[in-house]
């Protein structure tokens, strides 16, 4: 059933105050589209980064960041989305199970919502957690200029937060001026991207939020950046890792570093210092320096009832039946500077590729063949290698994958949408394919993807 206004609102809770205070503003319902949750409009919208300057963005509803779409687990959604740029685009609901006719892809599952049009997204998640919504199409330009946004999905029942702080961590691609830098160049695509030059979170640098003394936070960080990874650590405090990627863990994993590429989230709790005017400082580790990306400073009203870090609740994910899987290797290749040239002379850049297929790109006429074609219900191992001297964050639509091994690292097996694979390393992953459609494979370092590390699965 569709949620109510008052349910919505209910369910946001002092989370979203909090993060007012950082430019995040609650996302608003339209009594002139009573039939939607949410109405979601893609338009551009000049917006103050540096200060003193303007961004010529791209943004959901007028400014960024987009506030976060808010739904309950097990609960319909509908979102009425409206596009309002020069040129076509979409929305993909990335980390979330849902029918393929949902899912955003241009040609693969949906026709482009063409400037003007309109198109409503409705589905039910069956998981909770920190998911994230941006389009596919124009990823380069569009993601980076700013069409990102969270959408959270609430535990069925609550779990019993003070306050839940979304945090985007994205790096622009703007000048000194305020105009847009290029997104891409052929050669940082065939190494790790374009990275931009203004570091933000939330569209400010090195943010503070204020929480109460002695408050249990859920801290819901997403690389929604185009190209930059980035290794969170809280050095002084203890805190504790209790998502990954949306899914819950187990049982919480105390924090030292977390290494998070384009597209990944980490959930991270932590009990704020008892006392008034204390500071907790989060970290981005680049190499073996630690730099300030926000702090939390206790103020107010202090909570004196004992907080404690828990484990969230599982999400119903299939249980794979690895005695009966059929495994499949890709191996995710580097071609280097070998660039093909059209009839017209153009190049076109295909650095990257996929069981030595680089993605050719595709139109409603022409759709190339999948990856792979798979049998609705049967489990599969996926061995993932990566043979190139860079990392890769690879995402599979539609599904998530529960994580077996590395030969790399150890862990404990955990649940993701998007596996992180470092240079030469090899990870298995195993998954029912229950969701039926064609589902976009792809890495989600967008020059990457553009320039030929991408392809889709078939389930039928």
Known sequence: MPISRRALLGGIGSGLALAACARLPQMTLSNDHPHYDYVLTAEPAPIELIPGTRTPA??????FPAAPIRARQGREISILFRNRLPEPTTIHW????????????????????????????????????????????????QLGRGLVG??????????????????????????????????????????????GAYESVNGIQNPSYSVPPGALVRLRFLNVDNTVMYKVAIPDHPAWIIAIDGSPVAKPIPLEQ?????GMRLDVALV?????GK????????????????????????ITSPRQVAALPANPLPKPDLAQAEVMNFVFEW????????????PNHR???????????????????PLATLELGKTYIFRLKNVTPHSHPIHLHGFIWTVLGSNQKTFETFHTDTVLLQKNEQVEVAFVADNPGRWMYHCHVIEHMKTGLMGYITVK
Request: hydrophobic content about 40%; proline content about 10%; charged content about 20%.
């Open 351 to 369: 650095f990257w590729t996929i069981n030595r297929r680089a993605w050719e790109g595709m139109s409603a006429t022409n759709i190339p063949q």
């Open 272 to 276: 704020a210092p008892a006392a008034s």
């Open 258 to 262: 977390h290494e998070m590429g384009p």
């Open 150 to 195: 969270a959408i959270i999905v609430d535990e069925a029942e609550p779990v019993g937060f003070d306050q839940d702080v979304p945090l985007l961590l994205k790096n622009w691609h703007i000048q000194d001026d305020g105009g847009f830098a290029p997104f891409t160049s052929p050669r940082a695509a065939f190494r790790m991207g374009t990275a």
């Open 94 to 141: 990335h980390g979330l199970r849902i029918p393929i006719e949902m899912d955003g892809v241009p040609f693969l599952s949906q026709p482009p919502v063409k400037p003007g049009e309109d198109f409503v997204y409705r589905f039910t998640p069956p998981d909770a957690g920190t998911f994230w919504y941006h389009p596919h199409v124009n990823s380069l330009e």
């Open 335 to 346: 071609e280097g500077a070998v660039t093909p040239v059209g009839a017209d002379g153009k």
């Open 279 to 302: 500071t907790v400082s989060i970290k981005n580790a680049k190499g073996r320096l630690l730099f300030n990306l926000l702090e939390l400073k206790t103020a107010g009203e202090p």
């Open 58 to 63: 791209w943004c959901f509803n007028g400014g």
